[in-house]
């Protein structure tokens, strides 16, 4: 809220505010040097999702334990021609440096929707987010996907890094993608230009087709990652963007709740690492549904980062289970937040975080 011409006792609650703020963070940032466990010693993997370039510094100040979602997106959006293999090496090469030895891992292009290059004749659709988007697009146009690919492999050859597709629905757009990382992997060997051979190539559990497939989808991808933005908005059929929608948009519903709780069984059974890499994942409280339900690796907004590890080291997993198991048998999303609120209430002001 941008307030024009404040009254005296507006500035003076704002300037409160900020104090606060300030203080706050001094205490999050008292946990930077501290490791990432909980109050009962359970080790969580705190990593970053960097969007552009500039988020890399602060990833790194705040301790990222390697990058869950690198959004590769702005490398071809706003501008007017896509992006060479040789540029897309070397962004990749330079956040993997960053992060060194920390693992990253990139999501390939997320177009469409609302985001399509001045350089990409796309048409106009009725329904954007149930169209010609992600990997349905790269799959068309090998002539985008395929540089992209290369450039993965070429970055990968002495850097940990992992590849993940976004939007699956279902289990061909893996292994087709699969064959066109194998053949270029082939082409980089016959050509003498250094890069992995392979890289693991995991998929976005990001719409319910996603979920109700996991088990499937397992045998072909090397590890999950749940984009809950997607997953909240195709599950509840409510647009993301859509601010008179918005609180109805919530992660919290136990049509999602259930999804989430299915994706880690399914990657336990199947030894299939998994993490979470959506907004979600930032929200302190959805932070106890997610440790309850038994993820352990989080990528989280940069400026989260801090406050995130001094709350989690605050909370016994204990506690976030027992949350868990009543969140999953609530009927309202209302429900949900209210079992979280009470879990964290012995462990945490939530007042004073502004909760
Ligand atoms: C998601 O959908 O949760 C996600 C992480 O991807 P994006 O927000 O880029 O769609
Ligand atoms: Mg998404």
Known sequence: TVIITPTRDELAAARLKVTKRQKLELTFEGVLSEPSVTLD????????NVDLPEEIDLAVRHGAQGVGLLRTEFLVTGKTHLP???????????VASAFAPNPITIRTFDLGGDKFPAAFEAANEA?????????????????????????????ARDRPIRAMIPLVTNLEEVTRTRVLLNEEAASLAAEGIPAAASIPLGVMV???????????LASVSDFFSVGTNDLTQYTLAVDRGNARLAPRFTPHDPAVVRQLARIVTVAHETDTPVSVCGEMAS?????????GIGYRELSVSPPTLLMLKWILRSLPVAACEAA?????????????AEILRQAVTPYLDLPQLGL
């Open 283 to 291: 929200d302190p409280l959805t932070l106890v549904l997610l440790l």
């Open 206 to 216: 990001e719409t319910p087709a996603a979920v109700i497939l996991a088990d499937q």
């Open 324 to 336: 868990a198991t009543e969140a999953l048998s609530a009927v309202s999303a209302k429900a949900v």
């Open 41 to 48: 010693g359970t080790a969580i993997r705190l990593q970053a």
């Open 84 to 94: 060479t293999e040789d540029e897309q090496t070397d962004y990749f090469r330079r």
């Open 127 to 155: 329904n954007p987010f149930l169209g010609w988007r992600s990997i349905r697009v790269c799959l068309d146009h090998e002539e985008l996907f395929r540089p992209q690919l290369r450039a993965l492999l070429r970055a």
